[in-house]
């Protein structure tokens, strides 16, 4: 099936390349414009220096947060699912979830240092985004 690497597609077997897809790891149900306007708040204060944002969810809520010389930006969203922390390219993540244009969207992932896969919930059942996150 296609997979969208950046604004590239390809057709690739995801479960052999990209471990989230096999089985275990953790899986979250996001609210995709809750989710898209905490990435959109925390970018506000970013100087542009660093494209970093970290991303944790606790359960029930996720917090987005950049640092930048003008400060700190942190930005909730209401979420379900095992608690982690990764830290993503806040534009990579940005344009993922415009790109995914669904009304949910489902995180899978194993480890913070794989990849991690974003599918449309209610959406194309054929869209699939992949980014690999940040150093912590």
């Known amino acids: 099936r ?8 390809w057709t690739l077997p995801v479960g052999r390349f990209f471990p989230a897809e ?11 414009a809750a ?7 925390a970018r506000l204060l970013s100087d542009g220096a660093s494209d970093r944002a970290v991303v944790s969810l606790d ?13 700190e930006a942190r930005a909730e969203f209401p979420a379900n699912g095992a608690p982690y922390t990764l830290a993503f390219n806040v534009d990579y993540l940005t344009r993922c979830l415009m790109a995914l244009a669904a009304p949910r ?9 794989l990849p991690v896969v ?6 194309d059942p054929d869209a699939t ?3 690999v996150p940040m150093q912590l």
């Open 59 to 71: 359960g029930t809520v996720g917090v987005v947060q950049m640092s930048g010389q003008a400060g």
């Open 129 to 131: 985004y992949i980014i």
């Open 118 to 123: 974003f599918a449309p919930i209610g959406g």
């Open 22 to 32: 096999r089985e275990g790891g953790w899986r979250t149900e996001l609210d995709t």
């Open 2 to 9: 296609p997979v969208m690497v950046g604004h590239n597609y």
């Open 105 to 113: 969207v489902a995180v899978r992932h194993h480890d913070p240092s």
């Open 35 to 41: 989710w898209l306007e905490a990435c959109k708040r």
